[in-house]
């Protein structure tokens, strides 16, 4: 928290080290990664996109971007995986233990041969530079930016395109305002479901394509049109402070000093401010400042209704997050935004 950013930035583009690059390559690359993923490989696909990688229980491994580009398309099919770094060998262990027979290579690419990057605040035209490989709109949320490759790292020794240089922390923070899970410590490996997550509002799943590792479950999700629990943005703030409007959005405060932990439990507050007893209404999993991300019950933290039965929700409920209780036993309090995509 003593490193939050003072503000948001407008504008920036940031290298994103904490991502790595896994190349599949060969004959049967593409009906190899087709029965992996969530999202629909087709061959001839020039464009990158965003899928997950699935347990036979339909619980998420890994969020990824495949990255496929025209200057790729040719009678050996290749791509890249971007993956979380702290990830990355167990995925690599992962594709190695389905390969069996199949004609492909997997390799790890260097860190210093090709480097993820991210944009916003920009249009497609200002990325361009001598070193960019590919570029993609961001489908998790509508005008969050631009996800890049670049070659090597970048520097204004060699072609930096001519747009702000920001800490990846920027990133960070930009995607706890847009409400974007990413990586490990937000998506739980063998935990999280993708509704959950929102993989299927990013256009992260293809509910058309034909089978693939933990698609049973995945679809009977979509076909009952019930999910309960999804990853929101949310902002922290104290008793007497203004409580957050409905219809707005996360305010960030970067003088904020209360550090939550991941994976706490936020429940509904009594009338006196203090935590009540039983079902948790969701947990915290990051923030910077005082914005962050949480997991939330849909019909307890905010108005929306899923169900036939409805939830507990109620206009002026607040909800605090356990254990974050003061000497006067005011817990931290949260608010749960629902984001327009």
Same mark, same amino acid.
């Given at each position: 928290?003593?490193?939050?950013?003072?503000?948001?930035?407008?504008?920036?583009?940031?290298?994103?080290?904490?991502?790595?690059?896994?190349?599949?390559?060969?004959?049967?690359?593409?009906?190899?990664?087709?029965?992996?993923?969530?999202?629909?490989?087709?061959?001839?696909?020039?464009?990158?996109?965003?899928?997950?990688?699935?347990?036979?229980?339909?619980?998420?491994?890994?969020?990824?971007?495949?990255?496929?580009?025209?200057?790729?398309?040719?009678?050996?099919?290749?791509?890249?995986?971007?993956?979380?770094?702290?990830?990355?060998?167990?995925?690599?262990?992962?594709?190695?233990?389905?390969?069996?027979?199949?004609?492909?290579?997997?390799?790890?690419?260097?860190?210093?041969? @090709?480097?993820?990057?991210?944009?916003?605040?920009?249009?497609?035209?200002?990325?361009?530079?001598?070193?960019?490989?590919?570029?993609?709109?961001?489908?998790?949320?509508?005008?969050?930016?631009?996800?890049?490759?670049?070659?090597?790292?970048?520097?204004?020794?060699?072609?930096?395109?001519?747009?702000?240089?920001?800490?990846?922390?920027?990133?960070?923070?930009?995607?706890?305002?847009?409400?974007?899970?990413?990586?490990?410590?937000?998506?739980?490996?063998?935990?999280?479901?993708? @509704?959950?997550?929102?993989?299927?509002?990013?256009?992260?799943?293809?509910?058309?394509?034909?089978?693939?590792?933990?698609?049973?479950?995945?679809?009977?999700?979509?076909?009952?049109?019930?999910?309960?629990?999804?990853?929101?943005?949310?902002?922290?703030?104290?008793?007497?402070?203004?409580?957050?409007?409905?219809?707005?959005?996360?305010?960030?405060?970067?003088?904020?000093?209360?550090?939550?932990?991941?994976?706490?439990?936020?429940?509904?507050?009594?009338?006196?401010?203090?935590?009540?007893?039983?079902?948790?209404?969701?947990?915290?999993?990051?923030?910077?400042?005082?914005?962050?991300?949480?997991?939330?019950?849909?019909? @307890?933290?905010?108005? @929306?209704?899923?169900?036939?039965?409805?939830?507990?929700?109620?206009?002026?409920?607040?909800?605090?997050?356990?254990?974050?209780?003061?000497?006067?036993?005011?817990?931290?309090?949260?608010?749960?935004?629902?984001?327009?995509?």
């Amino acid at each position: 928290n003593n490193l939050a950013p003072s503000r948001p930035a407008p504008k920036g583009l940031t290298p994103l080290p904490s991502r790595r690059l896994i190349c599949l390559s060969g004959a049967d690359a593409a009906k190899f990664l087709q029965g992996l993923i969530s999202n629909n490989v087709d061959p001839n696909r020039k464009s990158p996109f965003y899928a997950a990688f699935l347990d036979a229980r339909g619980r998420v491994l890994w969020d990824v971007f495949i990255w496929t580009y025209p200057e790729l398309i040719r009678e050996e099919w290749v791509c890249y995986i971007e993956v979380d770094g702290a990830e990355v060998e167990a995925l690599l262990k992962h594709l190695k233990k389905h390969k069996l027979r199949s004609k492909l290579q997997i390799k790890l690419v260097d860190e210093d041969e @090709m480097g993820v990057y991210a944009a916003w605040g920009i249009g497609a035209e200002e990325l361009q530079s001598s070193l960019l490989i590919a570029s993609l709109e961001d489908p998790r949320a509508t005008g969050f930016g631009f996800r890049c490759l670049y070659k090597g790292s970048l520097s204004k020794e060699n072609a930096m395109p001519p747009i702000p240089a920001l800490d990846a922390e920027q990133y960070t923070l930009r995607r706890y305002l847009f409400g974007i899970p990413e990586g490990p410590s937000e998506i739980p490996r063998e935990s999280a479901l993708p @509704m959950e997550t929102n993989i299927d509002l990013s256009s992260g799943i293809d509910f058309q394509k034909g089978c693939y590792v933990g698609q049973e479950l995945t679809i009977r999700t979509k076909h009952t049109g019930v999910v309960r629990k999804r990853v929101l943005p949310v902002q922290l703030y104290r008793n007497g402070d203004p409580v957050p409007a409905e219809d707005t959005a996360p305010t960030f405060d970067p003088s904020w000093n209360d550090t939550i932990e991941s994976g706490t439990d936020i429940k509904q507050l009594d009338e006196e401010g203090g935590i009540r007893k039983g079902r948790a209404a969701g947990k915290f999993l990051g923030g910077i400042g005082n914005v962050g991300l949480a997991v939330c019950r849909l019909e @307890m933290m905010t108005s @929306m209704r899923v169900s036939a039965e409805g939830g507990s929700w109620r206009p002026g409920a607040e909800f605090g997050i356990q254990g974050t209780e003061n000497a006067d036993g005011e817990p931290v309090r949260v608010k749960a935004f629902v984001p327009p995509w």
